[in-house]
């Protein structure tokens, strides 16, 4: 799966997509936290609640595995599924960075 759908981006007003993807790097870092310390305190509604916003970002940015992962944390949140939260929290964690690379060179 690619880290971007460039065809979003595109669809975008090249005048504010800088600014558009300088506020998904300043505002996603806060929202993994929000949603490891979620699942790590067993919250998994507000998890649930916090992938969804993150998920919400990524979809209009074009990031598509990014929001493919924070969809299954919402799911699995809400129907109480613990399995596999951590993986997915790393993975969500690990590409975030790569993603953000990605945006940026997009420009």
Do not use: W
């Amino acid at each position: 799966m690619s880290l971007l759908v460039r065809e979003t981006l595109q669809q975008l007003p090249a005048v504010i997509l800088p600014r558009l993807i300088q506020m998904f790097g300043n505002t996603t870092p806060l929202m993994l936290t929000d949603i490891r310390q979620h699942a790590h305190s067993g919250n998994l509604l507000a998890m649930s609640q916090a992938a969804h916003k993150l998920k919400g970002s990524c979809i209009s940015l074009g990031a598509e595995h990014m929001a493919d992962i924070c969809k299954t944390l919402q799911h699995k949140g809400e129907i109480g599924d613990t399995s596999n939260i951590n993986t997915l929290i790393a993975e969500l964690e690990a590409i975030y960075p790569q993603t953000l690379q990605a945006l940026e060179q997009a420009t």
